[in-house]
Every structure is written in C-alpha cells, then in structure tokens.
C-alpha cells in the first residue's frame, strides 16, 4: 500500500529565535501517526511570505499532506491566509459562521470588538473552513491537485482541537491509510551500545516493514518497534513474536513491557504489593520525590520524604549516627544504609531509597571525587547499599543518581502475586 | 554589515513520530543569536540517508553556516557521520583523541569496550573533530566552499558543551559578525500580556536596531533587549537608558536586573543576609528543594526539606495539628502555616516555604477544585500564606506552585544591608 505523506510547516520568528519551543510538531506526529500518516519533514520558518511560499512547494514535491500552523492572529505580523489566497490565485471572502461565532465571544466577553476582529472571519474563497471553537481564527483546509493543504493556528490548545475534531477525520476518508503499529519495552540499567550488541542478531534479521529506534534517558532506553502494513492482526503478531525473543535477551534489564517511565513502572507494582515507599534524599535534593509525586495517583503508595541535605539534619530527623557521619563521612555505605533505614522507620513505610553523594562543581576529594554516589534501599528483606562513580555535571549527577535508586529499587521489589 | 545566516537541521525518526519534543533548536536560536548569527530555517528529517542529504543541499543555498544535531550513536539506526563522510567524497579515519577519550571513559566505568564503541572514533577525513566531554560520539566541523557544516549529537547536554565552548567561539572568529549587545531583566508574578502592556510605550518606541524578546517560563518572564550595530560603548549606553526606563515600569514585579534564576537570585540574597532555608512540600512533593539543590553551592543556606504527602507524616514530622487537618483539611491556610512554622523550628532555618495543593487530575471537589494550592512563606517576621487557583496538568501545576513559593519568598526576604 503506498505511504500517505504529510510535512509539517510550523511559521513563527518566535520558534527562529529560541523564544518558544515548537511542541505542536511532535503532538501533530504522536496523533497523525496512529491515524496511519507519516511526516516526512518539519520546516519552521519566520513571518515572511517568499520563505513560506518556498517551504510549501518544497514540500508538496514530497507529501501528500501539508500541514501549516502558526499566523492567523489578528496582529500585523500574521501573514500566513493573505499569503496562501495570493498562493492560490483567488480573493477573501467573508465567512458568516465564523463572523457570527466571533461576534458572540466577544458578545460573551463584553468586549468590544475591533476591526482586526471581523477581518478573522475573511477567508479565501477556494477553501472549506475548520470553525475554531477554542478562539477566533478559522483553521483553512485546501484541496489542490490531489494534495491537502490545511492553515491552522499556532495557539496549541486551539490547533489540537480542530485536528482532533475536522483534520484527521477528513484525511480518513480522503485517503486509504496503511496500517502503522508499535510496540515499546522499556530498558533500564543498561547502556544503548551494550543493549544493541544483545538483540544485534534480532536487529539485523528484522523484516524491511518494521523498523527499531533506540531512545535513551539517563538510566533508561526505550526500544520502539514500529511495524506497518495492511492487515493489523498480522503485523501484531509479527511484533509479539519479535518483541518476546528480544525480552529474552534482555532479562533482568527489562524494566517494563509498556512505554511507561520507571517511575510509573514502579508505582504499579507498589500498588499491585500493597506496599508504600519514602526517600531520604542528600545529593539528589528530592528529585526522587519529585519524579515520585509527577505520576498522577502517586499518594497510593508515596508517603513522603526527607531531604537531608546538612548533616545536623541527618542525625536530628533521620538518626544518623554522629560517630558514623565523623568517622565515615556523609557520603559512605554506613551513612547510606542509616538514611534509608531511618526514612523507613521514621515515616513507617514498606519501603526506602536514600542517596548521598557528591554532585559539584565543588566538593569532590581525591578519595571521593565529584559525582561519588551511594544508594541504598530498604525494604522488608533489608537494606541493600551500592557505590556508583558518575560522570556529567551537577545537573546530570543528579538525574542519574536519582534513576539509579529508581532502578535498584526496581530490582529488588517482588514480583507481585 | 552583512547578516550572518544558519540553518539548523535535527535528525532522527522520533522526532518525526513525536517521541520526543526537539528543544535543542530553541535552545541553539537563544544562544546562536546574541552571538550574531540569526536562524534562518529549522528543517526536522527522519535518519534517512537521500532525506538527510537534500535538507543539506536545501540549506545551503540559503545560509552560510549549517548545523546538524542527532544521528551520531553508536546503533545501526544513526547513520549521519557515514552520510557525511559520502557527501563530501571522503573516507572515515580514526582520531585517536577521540579513540583515546573513549577507552579513558570505558576504563573509568570498568566496562569493556565494545567495537561500535570504538567507531565512535571514526570521523570523515576532511573534518574537524570536536571532541565531547560528556558523551562518547565526537562532534565534527566542515568547511567547504565558505560554509560551515557542523554535526552535532542529538543529546542536549552534550550538543550545548560543545556548541558553547567549541562551535560559537569558532564560528565569531570565521565570519564577521555585527556587535550584539544584551540586557536581560527578570521578572517575576506578572504574565506575559499584562507585561506587554505596561511597557508598549518603551517597546512601540524601540529603534529599529533594538529587539524585545519575551522569555516566559512558568512564573518568571525574562525581558530581553538585544542590540546590533558598529559601536558596542554606544549600544550599551542605549540600552541602559531603555532598561531604566523598563525597571520604573515593572516596579515590584522586577525580580532581578540580571539573567540568573528565581533560585539564583534568592540564593545570593540568602548568602547576603547570612540565612539559611528550609521547605515543607506537599503538593509540590519535593521539586522546591529541587530547584534550590540544582543551584551549586546551595549547601551554604539550604539545610533540608520534609515532603510531607500524606497527612500523618505533616503530623508525626512537621507537627501539623490533626485537628487542623481534620478540621480544614490539608489545603487550608492553617496547615500550609503550621507546615511552614514546622519545618522551620524542625530543621531550624531561617525562612521556609510550603505548599499544600491539589495538583490533579484527580483529587478536587467543588469547594476545592483541582488548583488550589496554599503557599507559605515563614522567617523572623511572622508567616504569610496565600491562596492560588491554578490552571494546566499536574506538572504545571506542580511547576507552577513551586515558582509562586519561590517568588513570595523573594517578596518577603529583606533587602540586603
């Protein structure tokens, strides 16, 4: 089945000048992809009509789709529906749906409205407007000699919106879609060089219709196997069969059969124990808590924490032992183990990470160098404490340290019944 | 003076499908323009061998300097060095700094080296490398017929070392570029519109030669003035008058005259003022402390937190009262106060924060809906607590919380003798 193409123009001197981050590119992949469509290419480019014109004919020499967001305010910098009626050859007309839906938001809002406002509802007269329930702006859906061409806004919750509701649906019916699956492991532990090397044979022997991505994160590599086709049963079952030879391979560095984070992996199978967990955080300054509590629902089984970071705070909240702080100093397996073992008892939970390490820039000895790191874990089957030697800066110690005690606890958590 | 022209073009399949946002081209733009160099174009293409070399072609005969991010691992799927290596008819060579660099870091980590590992060392004959500090995959400098080709590793805290330290002082000594001057103001607790307003006389009366940049992030705006010409003492002389003008207008919602953090700024008051601060976090489960401990050298006046999530850790460590709680619940004025007050005494600082919240998604009522989040703020001056109501996911949410504490304990710290 031949591929249905789309290119994505995002137009916007902000995005040129780093003053905002173009998001509505990846959401427009995450939700055109499973719709069966694939983007070729993403062009952001400035507020300026000869490099729009120039974007949208390079990309209609390769896609099937173009899709533009972006300059369909009502401000003097927003170009981009004068430029697509001059494009296409023909003038604006007046849209009454979109004049009478902008009449009554500002109707609603009790303000008055301006002359920049009407004009909103002006669209060229070759296209099908896509009502925008989220602000003023139509949206513009274009056909021209076979190809899509749709003008949507910048402002992503309104773009998000009339794709949802107008864009995919249409291109479904306009076009015969391929079918596109994927399936994600998430691995953890384990570097992207190694991991490769393990399913090297699987990799190499995978069919030409289903392709593998690594995607690192600090402690974690996503493998993304992405089959398409035209019969959804089979290229699943293709999937299943690869992914379940690849988990064999992978063992004890499989962190979840899903796409989740090991934060989220970690959180189900604390539920599915019955079980709670709390940190003790120095080094790592409750980034731990932080990735804990970012999951929706974390209350179930995160008490709390304590982030000790002077030492007076180790030996008054947690217990640390004076002459263990003096003796062995903060960052060592005795300190460790007690701030694991201290968090536990203090907030009475099943289960404890603790980490105390140094992150720099300063601090680093000769014997402990900046980017020493202890963990520990504590847990009912008792405390488990490892050294690690990080490389990076503050900020990289820090997320390592933190999904490396993600990971360990991970490792020693039961499976669940 | 001529402008000097690049092209950024990121590579790689997730970016395509939307498994990953691509904040290295906003990040470029920011730091590539008050160097002198304006983006012309930024071009997203799947690791696709013709695809990557027609973006190449494309940008080239737009701009002067092209630069590449993404492609460079060591799996079968990054194929941008062999690419290059092809497009400039060259073969590939070993760099034995590179080759060096690479067994140093496999030694340090005790892993053995494995063979993709060290073809990590392998770069085009006819480029310089650029060597990576924090990763294994070296960079690589092009020049051909008077463009800069550069390639980059798709990894952003790798890409950014090397782009600041490598490629933009390279790039000012191979091109000619216009002075640019910046002035930076932070601004804190006032949103971008509200901003626009107060100053759109000062921004309507800009010479053409002086650019305003908006640079939000949650509560904080950065106002950043950029300035290009011949004479730099002129430039300065210019904009100090326009920021002067600025700081009369934003009064209060200045945070800083300068372009660090809302934790930069607080932590330099608190080593000022001799201080030391503590946190007691609920809803925001640990990320104020977070923020602080990114900042190196925070152990001078950061002592600890207790992330209090459940109600009987704010009573067993924080000494929340449960009739309090029982009586106005967890998010109410008296608990977020006694958190602030508790943990102060407990961990004794001299100020502190808390936040006690609903973050969502589930989890509100009608009387206290998914939003609301109390802020205190505590010292030798008394306690103040506010009320906020919030909108966005848990993680703004989460984000913002943590930045409106980290504003009230800017408003509330006294100035510095």
Not at 170 to 186: C, G, N, S
Not at 258 to 270: H, T, V
Not at 358 to 366: C, N, V
Request: proline share 4%.
């Amino acid at each position: 089945m031949k591929q249905v193409l789309a290119e994505i123009i995002t137009i916007g001197d902000e995005l040129l000048i780093g003053q905002v981050v173009d998001t509505n590119s990846a959401w427009l992949g995450q939700n055109l992809n499973p719709a069966g469509v694939e983007i070729k290419q993403i062009t952001s480019v400035s507020d300026n009509r000869e490099h729009i014109l120039e974007a949208i004919e390079a990309a209609r020499k390769r896609a099937d789709i173009i899709l533009l967001t972006g300059g369909l305010g009502p401000t003097r910098d927003d170009i981009t529906k004068d430029t697509l009626a001059d494009y296409f050859g023909v003038g604006l007309k007046v849209d009454e749906t979109a004049l009478a839906h902008v009449r009554q938001l500002f109707t609603r809002l009790n303000r008055p409205m301006l002359d920049i406002n009407e004009q909103q509802a002006l669209i060229p007269e070759n296209c099908t407007p896509i009502y925008n329930d989220r602000g003023t702006a139509p949206g513009m859906w274009f056909e021209d000699k076979g190809q899509i061409i749709v003008s949507l806004p910048g402002v992503p919750y309104e773009m998000k919106n009339m794709v949802s509701t107008f864009v995919i649906p249409r291109l479904k019916e306009h076009f015969q879609m391929p079918v596109i699956r994927h399936r994600t492991l998430l691995t953890s532990g384990i570097g992207e060089s190694y991991l490769s090397k393990k399913i090297e044979t699987i990799e190499l022997g995978l069919p030409a219709h289903i392709r593998l991505a690594y995607l690192p994160n600090f402690s974690t590599v996503r493998l993304r196997f992405t089959g398409r086709g035209s019969n959804s049963d089979q290229l699943d079952k293709e999937l299943e069969d690869i992914v379940e030879l690849v988990k064999k391979e992978i063992g004890i560095f499989l962190a979840a059969d899903s796409d989740g984070s090991l934060q989220e992996i970690i959180g189900k199978r604390l539920i599915e124990l019955n079980a709670s967990v709390s940190t003790a955080e120095s080094c790592t300054g409750g980034y731990i808590a932080h990735l804990i509590t970012s999951i929706s629902g974390s209350s179930r089984y995160f008490q709390g924490s304590i982030v000790s970071y002077a030492n007076e705070v180790k030996e008054s909240t947690l217990g640390v032992s004076a002459h263990h702080l003096e003796k062995f100093g903060a960052v060592s397996e005795e300190v460790v183990t007690e701030m694991a073992e201290g968090v536990r008892n203090k907030i009475g939970t099943t289960y404890s990470m603790a980490t105390s390490g140094i992150a720099g820039p300063d601090g680093g000895t000769e014997e402990k160098p900046v980017g020493t790191v202890w963990i520990a874990v504590s847990g009912p089957n008792g405390t488990l404490a490892k050294c690690h030697h990080l490389h990076g800066g503050r900020e990289q110690i820090i997320e390592r340290s933190a999904f490396l005690a993600l990971d360990m606890l991970r490792r020693y958590l039961p499976e669940a019944e």
